[in-house]
């Protein structure tokens, strides 16, 4: 009995292993989605750029098919593939901000469509309407009945909120929109939004600028987000109006600095929401988030071999002293 213990201890210590391997994976898939978020959300996302939110999405090489229907638009490769470089920030394609432009591709808005049931929006998706205009091999049910709930709840008629030639914001209420901003986005984006920057047409620019440059993407985001900010707190599931997304985009817009000044703030730090696999705070934590590392990395493949070897030679052991 005395010569098995070394053996126990050494599987016990194999079976924790295992176990806290499980545990750092665990945690690193909860960060993928840090938050619940509702379909017309997501479906706003997807529409924003599912290339970047599906996770595992078929990336299709090339332009999309219909991309060739027009020639002003130059861009070319995945971003042609997405809802938004299409339909616009506004919805409204050919009707809205793109009408002209470089932006301008001649293809038709959604505000329309959304009207429709979601049927007859599933067959615009699907190909039955137009064999080129087919997203299944990309996006799942799911997530095609998330851009269908988007289409039908989530759309607004941004001209009703932002003047289609200044650019500028029509009745907004300062007050709300300040307290707005101050409550919830200054944060991560500082009292003055420039602590990031983001990158528009070629340039880092601040949160300011882009309200004044791009009031339509600024204001599609601040309801819904965007990909590369998923901890970033969406108005939509604040339970803000389209008017409180108004208000925000029109105090930044009034208020904060803007101009084509390149801001000298390197890219903020995302702090994630949940402390999931996020940085040690204490011992265990420490650990889980060092096995968290070595999971993603070869380490673990290494870790895992000698974890099979180790069993082997256990199970030989075992019967070897067995038969002795
Ligand atoms: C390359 C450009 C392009 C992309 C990308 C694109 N569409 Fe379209 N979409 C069109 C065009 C053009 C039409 C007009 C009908 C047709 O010719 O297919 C259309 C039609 C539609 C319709 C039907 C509109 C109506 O009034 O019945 C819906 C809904 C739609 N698109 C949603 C989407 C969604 C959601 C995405 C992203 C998953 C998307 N589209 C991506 C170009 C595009
Ligand atoms: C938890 C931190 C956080 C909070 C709070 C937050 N944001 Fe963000 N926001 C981000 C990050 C991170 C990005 C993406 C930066 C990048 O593109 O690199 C972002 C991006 C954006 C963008 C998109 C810019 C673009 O490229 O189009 C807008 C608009 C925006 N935020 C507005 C807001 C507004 C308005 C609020 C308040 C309602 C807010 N944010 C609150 C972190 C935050």
Same mark, same amino acid.
């Given at each position: ?6 053996i ?11 176990i ?10 909860? *960060? ?10 997501r ?25 060739? !229907?027009?020639?002003n ?18 919805y ?19 505000l ?30 799911d ?9 039908? &709840? ?21 007050a ?6 101050e409550q ?14 983001? *990158? ?13 440059q791009?009031p339509?993407r600024?204001?599609? !985001? ?23 997304? *108004? ?10 600095? &803007?101009g ?28 889980v ?17 000698a ?10 052991w075992l019967? *070897?002293?067995?038969?002795?």
């Amino acid at each position: 009995m005395n010569k098995l213990k070394p053996i126990y201890s050494f599987i016990v210590i194999l079976i924790l292993m295992v176990i806290i391997g499980s545990i750092s994976f665990a945690n690193v898939s909860a *960060r993928d989605n840090p938050q619940e978020i509702s379909p017309v959300s997501r479906g706003a996302q997807i529409y924003d750029d599912w290339t970047s939110v599906v996770s595992d999405a078929a990336i299709p090489v090339g332009n999309h098919p219909i991309w060739s !229907r027009q020639s002003n638009n130059t861009i070319s490769g995945i971003d042609t593939w997405r809802c938004v470089v299409c339909h616009g920030w506004d919805y409204q394609g050919i009707d809205g901000a793109f009408r002209s432009g470089s932006y301008s591709t001649g293809f038709p808005g959604l505000l329309e469509a959304s009207t429709k049931d979601q049927s007859t929006l599933v067959q615009a998706l699907d190909g039955s309407s137009d064999a080129q205009h087919n997203f299944t091999s990309m996006l799942s049910d799911d997530e095609i009945e998330s851009v269908t709930a988007f289409i039908q &709840t989530g759309l607004i008629d941004d001209n009703e909120y932002i003047d289609i030639v200044t650019r500028k914001v029509t009745g907004g209420n300062f007050a709300n929109g300040k307290e707005k901003y101050e409550q919830v986005c200054s944060s991560c984006h500082g009292d003055d939004g420039t602590l990031a920057t983001f *990158r528009y047409e070629g340039t880092e620019v601040s949160l300011g600028t882009l309200a004044v440059q791009d009031p339509w993407r600024f204001l599609h !985001r601040t309801r819904f987000g965007t990909a590369r900010a998923p901890e970033m707190p969406l108005g939509y599931e604040l339970g803000w109006t389209a008017e409180d997304g *108004r208000d925000v985009v029109y105090y930044v817009q009034s208020s904060l600095p &803007t101009g084509f000044e390149v801001p000298t703030n390197e890219p903020m730090e995302i702090e994630p929401v949940d402390n999931l696999g996020g940085p040690a705070q204490n011992w265990f934590s420490g650990i889980v988030t060092a096995f968290g590392a070595m999971a993603t990395s070869l380490g673990f493949a290494i870790l895992l071999g000698a974890l099979f070897v180790g069993i082997i030679l256990v199970l030989v052991w075992l019967l *070897r002293s067995r038969r002795a």
